[in-house]
């Protein structure tokens, strides 16, 4: 069975059933270590969600933008223009 421990810190090898909470070779503290670490994944996570949909919220805003300026002036949408690349008769 591989059931080794290893401190999360340090790398050092850990009892088995070594149950204190500090590490013996760095005294890191390997009950909120691991909490520690992953909250702050959390909350980079979280920051990078919010920062995808603020960047998608900018882009429908500039999109919404452009489409009432290019309506205003009678001209097809830029990326419809593009889309539907019908040859003109
Ligand atoms: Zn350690």
Redesign the pocket.
């Known amino acids: 069975m591989k059931e080794d421990k290893f ?6 090898k850990l009892k088995l059933f070594y149950l204190k909470q500090t ?6 503290n ?1 009950l909120t270590y691991n909490m520690e670490a992953r909250l702050e994944q959390d909350a980079q996570k979280a920051a990078a969600e919010v920062d995808a949909l603020w960047n998608r919220l900018r882009r429908l805003d500039k999109a919404r933008l452009i489409e009432k300026h290019y309506t205003k002036k009678g001209k097809p949408l830029p990326w419809e223009s593009a889309e539907e690349q019908t040859p003109e008769a």
């Not at 401190?7 to 050092?12: I, M």
């Not at 590490?23 to 890191?28: D, E, R, T």
Request: with cysteine; aromatic share 0%.
């Open positions: 401190c999360p810190h340090c790398g050092g590490c013996p070779h760095c005294g890191v390997l």
